[in-house]
Protein backbone atom coordinates (compact mmCIF):
# COMPACT_ATOMS: atom_id res chain seq x y z
CA UNK A 1 0.00 0.00 0.00
CA UNK A 2 1.08 3.36 -0.72
CA UNK A 3 -0.04 5.85 1.64
CA UNK A 4 0.36 9.88 0.76
CA UNK A 5 1.52 12.12 2.85
CA UNK A 6 0.31 15.46 1.50
CA UNK A 7 -1.28 17.75 3.87
CA UNK A 8 -3.81 20.21 3.06
CA UNK A 9 -2.78 23.74 3.97
CA UNK A 10 -5.10 24.65 6.93
CA UNK A 11 -3.92 21.26 8.62
CA UNK A 12 -2.15 22.26 12.00
CA UNK A 13 0.82 19.94 11.12
CA UNK A 14 1.59 21.45 7.65
CA UNK A 15 4.03 24.43 8.95
CA UNK A 16 5.41 21.83 11.54
CA UNK A 17 9.13 21.56 10.76
CA UNK A 18 10.28 19.40 7.74
CA UNK A 19 12.61 17.44 8.95
CA UNK A 20 10.01 16.08 11.61
CA UNK A 21 7.18 15.35 9.47
CA UNK A 22 10.04 13.75 6.75
CA UNK A 23 10.66 11.52 10.04
CA UNK A 24 6.68 11.11 10.82
CA UNK A 25 5.92 10.27 7.04
CA UNK A 26 8.31 7.61 6.81
CA UNK A 27 7.16 6.17 9.72
CA UNK A 28 3.35 6.27 8.65
CA UNK A 29 4.06 4.61 5.00
CA UNK A 30 6.06 2.12 6.57
CA UNK A 31 3.72 0.85 9.14
CA UNK A 32 3.28 -3.31 8.26
CA UNK A 33 6.43 -3.21 6.23
CA UNK A 34 9.00 -5.44 6.25
CA UNK A 35 12.61 -3.73 7.48
CA UNK A 36 15.33 -6.15 8.27
CA UNK A 37 13.36 -9.18 8.57
CA UNK A 38 10.61 -8.05 10.67
CA UNK A 39 6.92 -6.58 10.39
CA UNK A 40 6.96 -3.19 11.90
CA UNK A 41 4.51 -1.04 13.88
CA UNK A 42 5.39 2.34 13.38
CA UNK A 43 3.30 4.68 14.99
CA UNK A 44 0.64 1.83 15.85
CA UNK A 45 -2.02 4.10 17.69
CA UNK A 46 -2.51 5.53 14.27
CA UNK A 47 -3.33 2.06 13.28
CA UNK A 48 -5.90 1.41 16.88
CA UNK A 49 -2.98 -0.24 18.48
CA UNK A 50 -3.30 -4.07 16.10
CA UNK A 51 -7.24 -3.51 15.06
CA UNK A 52 -5.31 -2.35 11.58
CA UNK A 53 -7.84 0.55 11.02
CA UNK A 54 -6.16 2.26 7.98
CA UNK A 55 -6.59 5.65 8.84
CA UNK A 56 -8.12 8.07 6.78
CA UNK A 57 -5.19 9.99 5.82
CA UNK A 58 -2.36 11.67 6.91
CA UNK A 59 -3.33 14.08 9.01
CA UNK A 60 -5.61 11.48 10.55
CA UNK A 61 -2.94 9.00 11.41
CA UNK A 62 -1.12 12.02 13.22
CA UNK A 63 -4.18 13.44 15.03
CA UNK A 64 -4.81 9.67 16.66
CA UNK A 65 -0.74 9.30 16.91
CA UNK A 66 -0.98 11.92 19.19
CA UNK A 67 2.26 13.38 17.35
CA UNK A 68 2.33 16.52 19.85
CA UNK A 69 4.32 14.44 22.13
CA UNK A 70 7.00 13.68 19.79
CA UNK A 71 7.17 17.67 18.46
CA UNK A 72 8.50 17.86 22.40
CA UNK A 73 11.12 15.52 21.94
CA UNK A 74 11.96 16.94 18.60
CA UNK A 75 12.07 20.41 19.67
CA UNK A 76 14.48 19.38 22.26
CA UNK A 77 16.42 17.31 20.18
CA UNK A 78 17.20 19.95 17.24
CA UNK A 79 19.14 22.02 19.69
CA UNK A 80 21.66 20.07 19.10
CA UNK A 81 22.98 19.99 15.44
CA UNK A 82 22.96 16.66 13.66
CA UNK A 83 21.25 14.61 16.43
CA UNK A 84 17.72 14.22 14.92
CA UNK A 85 19.33 12.36 11.15
CA UNK A 86 19.37 9.16 13.85
CA UNK A 87 15.86 8.77 14.33
CA UNK A 88 14.90 6.19 11.23
CA UNK A 89 11.32 5.14 12.42
CA UNK A 90 8.92 6.00 15.46
CA UNK A 91 6.78 3.80 17.29
CA UNK A 92 5.15 4.36 20.47
CA UNK A 93 4.94 7.37 21.93
CA UNK A 94 3.77 8.72 25.56
CA UNK A 95 3.10 11.79 28.04
CA UNK A 96 3.65 10.99 31.54
CA UNK A 97 6.06 12.97 33.45
CA UNK A 98 7.49 13.32 30.49
CA UNK A 99 7.06 13.29 26.80
CA UNK A 100 9.10 10.33 25.13
CA UNK A 101 9.22 8.10 22.11
CA UNK A 102 10.38 4.67 21.23
CA UNK A 103 12.63 4.72 17.79
CA UNK A 104 14.65 2.49 15.90
CA UNK A 105 17.99 3.40 13.70
CA UNK A 106 20.41 1.63 11.35
CA UNK A 107 23.31 -0.75 12.97
CA UNK A 108 25.39 2.20 11.24
CA UNK A 109 23.28 5.06 12.51
CA UNK A 110 23.15 3.21 16.15
CA UNK A 111 27.28 3.27 15.98
CA UNK A 112 27.57 6.99 15.29
CA UNK A 113 24.94 7.90 17.74
CA UNK A 114 27.10 6.58 20.49
CA UNK A 115 30.41 8.02 19.33
CA UNK A 116 28.19 11.32 18.38
CA UNK A 117 27.18 11.68 22.43
CA UNK A 118 30.30 10.00 24.06
CA UNK A 119 31.91 13.14 22.13
CA UNK A 120 29.53 15.84 23.00
CA UNK A 121 30.12 18.10 26.05
CA UNK A 122 26.05 18.44 26.05
CA UNK A 123 25.88 14.49 26.74
CA UNK A 124 26.88 12.17 29.77
CA UNK A 125 26.47 8.44 29.88
CA UNK A 126 24.28 7.38 33.01
CA UNK A 127 25.96 5.11 35.59
CA UNK A 128 24.55 1.85 35.56
CA UNK A 129 22.05 2.74 38.84
CA UNK A 130 21.23 5.88 37.79
CA UNK A 131 20.18 4.02 34.67
CA UNK A 132 18.28 1.07 36.44
CA UNK A 133 14.75 2.18 35.31
CA UNK A 134 15.01 2.06 32.07
CA UNK A 135 16.43 -1.75 31.35
CA UNK A 136 14.13 -4.39 30.15
CA UNK A 137 15.49 -6.89 32.95
CA UNK A 138 12.67 -7.16 35.70
CA UNK A 139 15.63 -8.16 38.15
CA UNK A 140 16.86 -5.60 40.42
CA UNK A 141 20.31 -7.48 39.96
CA UNK A 142 20.05 -7.94 36.16
CA UNK A 143 18.81 -4.04 35.89
CA UNK A 144 22.78 -2.95 36.96
CA UNK A 145 24.70 -5.96 36.01
CA UNK A 146 23.22 -6.81 32.91
CA UNK A 147 21.56 -3.83 31.28
CA UNK A 148 19.63 -3.94 28.07
CA UNK A 149 20.39 -0.26 27.64
CA UNK A 150 22.64 2.47 27.93
CA UNK A 151 21.46 5.63 28.27
CA UNK A 152 22.64 9.21 28.35
CA UNK A 153 21.76 12.65 29.67
CA UNK A 154 21.52 16.39 28.50
CA UNK A 155 23.71 18.13 30.68
CA UNK A 156 21.53 21.04 31.60
CA UNK A 157 21.07 21.36 35.43
CA UNK A 158 17.72 20.66 36.26
CA UNK A 159 16.00 22.27 33.46
CA UNK A 160 14.20 20.34 31.11
CA UNK A 161 16.58 17.75 28.94
CA UNK A 162 16.67 14.65 26.89
CA UNK A 163 17.17 11.10 28.30
CA UNK A 164 18.58 8.86 25.27
CA UNK A 165 18.43 5.04 25.65
CA UNK A 166 19.88 2.60 23.48
CA UNK A 167 19.31 -1.06 23.32
CA UNK A 168 22.26 -3.13 23.34
CA UNK A 169 22.58 -5.36 20.46
CA UNK A 170 19.48 -4.45 18.56
CA UNK A 171 18.88 -1.36 16.65
CA UNK A 172 15.08 -0.97 17.47
CA UNK A 173 13.30 -0.27 20.82
CA UNK A 174 15.55 2.95 21.52
CA UNK A 175 13.84 5.33 23.53
CA UNK A 176 14.34 9.15 24.28
CA UNK A 177 12.38 11.31 26.57
CA UNK A 178 12.43 15.12 27.53
CA UNK A 179 12.44 15.18 31.66
CA UNK A 180 11.07 18.47 32.97
CA UNK A 181 13.75 18.10 35.48
CA UNK A 182 17.14 16.71 34.17
CA UNK A 183 19.36 15.39 37.06
CA UNK A 184 23.04 16.52 35.99
CA UNK A 185 25.19 19.47 36.58
CA UNK A 186 28.41 18.02 34.05
CA UNK A 187 30.30 15.42 32.98
CA UNK A 188 33.19 13.90 34.16
CA UNK A 189 36.20 14.48 31.84
CA UNK A 190 38.29 11.69 29.97
CA UNK A 191 39.86 10.05 32.11
CA UNK A 192 40.20 7.35 35.07
CA UNK A 193 40.34 7.28 38.37
CA UNK A 194 42.15 4.95 41.03
CA UNK A 195 38.48 3.35 41.97
CA UNK A 196 36.35 3.96 38.52
CA UNK A 197 36.53 4.36 35.37
CA UNK A 198 34.54 7.89 35.53
CA UNK A 199 35.30 9.92 31.84
CA UNK A 200 32.23 10.58 30.27
CA UNK A 201 29.54 9.69 33.24
CA UNK A 202 27.06 11.83 34.50
CA UNK A 203 27.76 13.96 37.19
CA UNK A 204 24.53 14.38 39.23
CA UNK A 205 22.43 17.25 40.87
CA UNK A 206 21.03 16.04 44.65
CA UNK A 207 18.28 19.26 44.05
CA UNK A 208 18.01 18.03 40.26
CA UNK A 209 17.33 14.39 41.69
CA UNK A 210 14.75 15.66 44.36
CA UNK A 211 12.86 18.00 41.37
CA UNK A 212 13.17 14.45 39.21
CA UNK A 213 11.81 12.75 41.97
CA UNK A 214 8.70 15.04 42.59
CA UNK A 215 7.60 14.60 39.16
CA UNK A 216 7.45 11.01 39.09
CA UNK A 217 5.25 11.36 42.61
CA UNK A 218 2.82 13.90 40.96
CA UNK A 219 2.13 11.15 37.93
CA UNK A 220 1.11 8.90 40.54
CA UNK A 221 -0.81 11.81 42.75
CA UNK A 222 1.44 11.04 46.14
Not at 122 to 135: G, I, K, S
Not at 171 to 191: C, L
Request: with cysteine.
Amino acid sequence: MTRSCSLPPSSPFASWPTALLETLCRSYQAHGSKVDGRTIASLPEAFEWGNEKEPADFAEALTKAHVENIKVVYDRAVLHSGLWKFVDFIFENWKSDNCGMVFSMTFENKHSLRSFLDASPRFCRDTPYMQYFHQDHKGAGERVLVPTHQCWREVVNGSPGLHICLKNNDHFNNSVHVDPHQIVTGKYPGICTESAELGGTCQYDLLSMVKHGYDIRKLFGV
